[in-house]
């Protein structure tokens, strides 16, 4: 083989190679198959740890059908998302000393249906930017119930408007425990170590 066919063979594999991996955004895909990730397993659903966790406690709850979002949800889906609600319950039941929130990104990042389940601490080191907080701490992170509830009336999730999302983003920082008003990141993950 001349040395410009085997250099030409060389990036067609470096290409390929290249094209074969996954983008970051169905990272959830792989994260479902790990096992020191998974936290429970049903039949329809698998719970994982969140790999870059914002609070003390954060799981994932995802279905096994491969729904990329909640607006792909549709009236079938409600008892899919019953199930999310009682394994909701059954890890609220396992950390009765903490307050556990249960919610959709109006907005999300990942593709596959996710909903978190984090604790209202807030405190981890994968805590970094205004736009973590304000995804937990704002009206883009859509209660669980409210989910659900509009599921089971309307049979889809409406949209969050570009707008609405960009403005909920800038949102300025607040302590969702108090009314405290920090300048910056830094002093809002110290202040929440006073919640503790």
Not at 83 to 93: H, R, V
Not at 140 to 148: G, T
Request: proline share 5%; charged share 30%; with cysteine.
């Amino acid at each position: 083989m001349s040395k410009r066919a085997l250099k030409l063979s060389e990036e067609g594999a470096h290409l390929s190679a290249k094209q074969s991996k996954k983008h970051w955004s169905l990272g959830l895909l792989d994260s479902m198959k790990d096992p020191d990730l998974i936290y429970k397993e049903t039949e329809r659903v698998v719970i994982i740890r969140d790999k870059y966790p914002k609070a003390k406690i954060h799981y994932l709850v995802l279905p096994k059908d491969n729904i990329t979002n909640i607006y792909k949800l549709e009236k079938e889906h409600v008892s899919l998302l019953e199930e999310f609600g009682e394994l909701f319950k059954s890890i609220q039941a396992e950390y009765k000393s903490h307050i556990l929130n249960a919610g959709f990104h109006a907005a999300p990042s990942m593709l596959r249906l996710h909903m978190h389940i984090i604790s209202k601490d807030m405190v981890s080191p994968c805590l970094k930017t205004k736009v973590h907080w304000n995804s937990f701490t704002t009206t883009f992170f859509k209660p669980y119930k409210d989910i659900l509830e509009e599921l089971k009336e309307n049979g889809f999730i409406k949209k969050m408007e570009n707008d609405v999302h960009k403005s909920l983003m800038a949102t300025p920082l607040k302590c969702n425990q108090c009314n405290y008003v920090p300048k910056n990141m830094p002093q809002l993950k110290d202040h929440l170590l006073s919640h503790e």
